[in-house]
């Protein structure tokens, strides 16, 4: 089957498929409040705390506590704003990119980026919130996204500085999250985390192929890793020591490593690959430390990733200037969306079959 080359759905089957589902999930709802009884934790707090201890999934039907669920709503909310905002210093290279294979490549994964956004809010919509609601708070500037999307792409090299290392990073800090306890987010994470390997490829191919190149090309790459080595440090947010929601997410098993321990994973893993890059990591003491089994490395600036954190970066402004004004020329499409889908659900109400 082509395009467009198919009949619709039925709705009214449709509409029966949808209610097979819902008594699906009633009954994964009292098979699971059975299971609870047998085991003689009723009580909803002790089937969630024993959820868990035995690392099973707490999923949207289930219940859990307040804290838990803002915890969560703040992270994945969080995580989905960076992934739209993230679109933005590499989506200033579109139409700059030197050949057309580059631009191909370069669309898609700025494309895969707006589709992470749509999975997290997506997941984040389980937990009883809704996207514009979410939107509106990145907006007003009550939400957040990463300190990493607010330093400038100058060159076409700082492309493959991101894909190489703001990815890899990305990598580092997700892959965990594909265990996270709560089902939604880490179902999301897995399909991620298989397009971020994609992503941190085609940066490390772009150095490498600058890194081989001219003596400018070889600079250029050279310049975007020195500029882009820190800020991606400080992507893994402030140390354990002033981290203030390590504690309770990690009991929670949302996050299974601290910043610093994943921090370190990511400066093991960078070290061999800037060797084989051909280019040098910008920190004069960086060493193996037989005694750890690590690299002894420079902290990023954290007041810097502070002051970035409150708006005070190198492009705050600029990034959340350009939301607004993309989010205010969607408008019309938002408004013909909600129509349409009015106008089908009123058709599906009209249609609807009398229950005999
Ligand atoms: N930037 O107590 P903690 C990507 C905030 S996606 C901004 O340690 P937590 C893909 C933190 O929210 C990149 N804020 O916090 C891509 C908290 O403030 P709050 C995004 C930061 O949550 C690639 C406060 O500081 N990834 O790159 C940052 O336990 C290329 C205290 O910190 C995720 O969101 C920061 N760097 O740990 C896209 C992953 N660090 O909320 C396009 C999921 C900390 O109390 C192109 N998130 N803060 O006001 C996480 O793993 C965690 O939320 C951390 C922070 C690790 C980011």
């Known amino acids: 089957m082509y395009g467009n080359d198919f009949s619709p759905p039925d709705e009214v089957s449709s509409g029966a498929l949808l209610d097979q589902v819902e008594a699906a999930e009633a009954e994964l709802r009292a098979a699971a409040a059975r299971a609870r009884a047998q085991a003689g934790d009723a009580e909803p707090q002790d089937h969630f705390e024993s959820v868990i201890a035995a690392d099973q999934k707490i999923e949207p039907r289930d219940w859990m506590p307040e804290d838990y669920r803002r915890s969560l709503v703040r992270q994945i909310a969080q995580h989905a704003h960076s992934e739209i905002i993230g679109m933005q210093p590499e989506g200033n290279w579109i139409t700059r990119a030197p050949s057309l294979k580059r631009k191909a490549i370069l669309l898609a994964k700025v494309q895969d980026e707006a589709g992470h956004g749509l999975y997290l809010y997506a997941a984040a919509e389980t937990l009883g919130v809704d996207r514009e609601e979410l939107v509106e708070l990145l907006l007003n500037g009550r939400q957040k996204y990463s300190s990493i999307f607010n330093y400038p792409t100058l060159t076409w090299a700082d492309v493959g500085a991101i894909g190489w290392l703001v990815d890899g990073a990305a990598i580092v800090n997700q892959v965990p999250l594909c265990r996270c306890s709560y089902g939604p987010y880490a179902r999301a994470m897995i399909r991620v985390c298989k397009e971020e390997s994609f992503h941190q490829r085609q ?152 229950a005999a």
């Not at 190149?213 to 975007?224: I, K, L, S, V, Y």
């Not at 954190?309 to 020329?329: F, S, T, Y």
Request: glycine share 6%; proline share 6%.
């Open 203 to 354: 940066g490390y191919e772009i150095l490498h192929t600058l890194a081989h190149g001219t003596p400018g090309q070889r600079a250029m790459a050279q310049d975007a890793v020195d500029r882009w080595w820190y800020p991606s440090l400080a992507m893994f947010g402030p140390p354990d020591a002033d981290s203030t929601h390590s504690a309770k997410s990690m009991a929670w098993k949302i996050k299974r490593f601290s910043n610093d321990d994943l921090r370190q994973r990511f400066v093991d893993m960078c070290v061999q690959q800037a060797e084989a890059l051909g280019l040098r990591i910008p920190d004069p003491d960086l060493r193996w430390n037989d005694e750890r089994q690590a690299y002894d490395y420079t902290q990023p600036d954290y007041d810097e990733l502070m002051r970035v954190i409150k708006g005070d970066g190198p492009c705050n402004r600029q990034r959340m200037e350009h939301r607004r004004r993309a989010h205010a020329d969607g408008a019309w499409v938002r408004e013909a969306a909600a129509a349409y889908a009015a106008k089908r659900a009123e058709r599906a109400q009209r249609e609807e079959p009398v």
